[in-house]
Nanobody
Framework: VQLQASGGGLVQAGGSLRLSCAAS????????MGWFRQAPGKEREFVAA????????FYADSAKGRFTISRDNAKNTVYLQMNSLKPEDTAVYYC??????????????WGQGTQVTVSS
């Protein structure tokens, strides 16, 4: 399985970014997908998850109301739309493929990460 994350970058506080994660090598539509992030000196933390059908989503409190996870099974891609970004959102963002949940152990495959930097 290969997961390729993209879409990160430098943005000012209050701005928006859309992350993408393209999957190959497995039946994408059979797996839940999740986004996690890791800031320097901190542990990886859950951001959002989406079920294999896309009908159910789950967000960390820090992401609720600002981030939206979605997926396009025809394109084998999961997205994370991030609005109203804050400096504390600065981290490397990783996509994972596995079971639906908010714990990294529930995900079997990981992308390489994409850097998001939010300036104040």
């Amino acid at each position: 399985v290969q997961l390729q994350a993209s879409g990160g970058g430098l943005v000012q506080a209050g701005g928006s970014l859309r992350l993408s994660c393209a999957a190959s090598g497995r039946t994408f539509s059979s797996y839940a997908m999740g986004w996690f992030r890791q800031a320097p000196g901190k542990e990886r933390e859950f951001v959002a998850a989406i079920s294999w059908t896309g009908s159910t989503t789950f967000y960390a409190d820090s992401a609720k109301g600002r981030f939206t996870i979605s997926r396009d099974n025809a394109k084998n891609t999961v997205y994370l739309q991030m609005n109203s970004l804050k400096p504390e959102d600065t981290a490397v963002y990783y996509c994972g493929m596995g079971r639906f949940g908010g714990v990294s152990d529930e995900y079997d495959y990981w992308g390489q990460g994409t850097q998001v930097t939010v300036s104040s």
